[in-house]
């Protein structure tokens, strides 16, 4: 069962990390952050849509197969959700 308080804090978490890429955004951290370049330099050669459109796919194929998983069962459910 999840608890008030934890809804609440992931509900902070999700404003605290919105706000976070926001700044990161506003602040052109992407353009001298060795590690985002390191990361993200495969897509520098494609558009802004390229980019936009791959980064969409790759993340909700993610999200896609870690709601996969979680549907097996508590077993996989420990598995994905052990530190």
């Not at 609440?8 to 590690?35: K, M, N, P, R």
């Not at 390191?38 to 050669?45: A, E, H, L, N």
């Not at 980064?55 to 709601?67: A, E, G, K, N």
Request: charged share 15%.
């Amino acid at each position: 069962m999840v608890t008030r308080k934890l809804k609440t804090i992931f509900g902070f978490s999700i404003l605290l990390f919105i706000l976070h890429g926001t700044e990161e955004f506003f602040t052109h951290f992407y353009d001298v952050g060795a590690f985002d370049q390191k990361i993200f330099g495969v897509f520098s050669s494609l558009s802004i849509h390229g980019a936009t459109f791959a980064t969409f796919q790759i993340m909700f194929w993610l999200l896609l197969t870690v709601s996969f998983l979680l549907l097996l069962g508590e077993k996989w459910q420990f598995r994905v959700l052990q530190p």
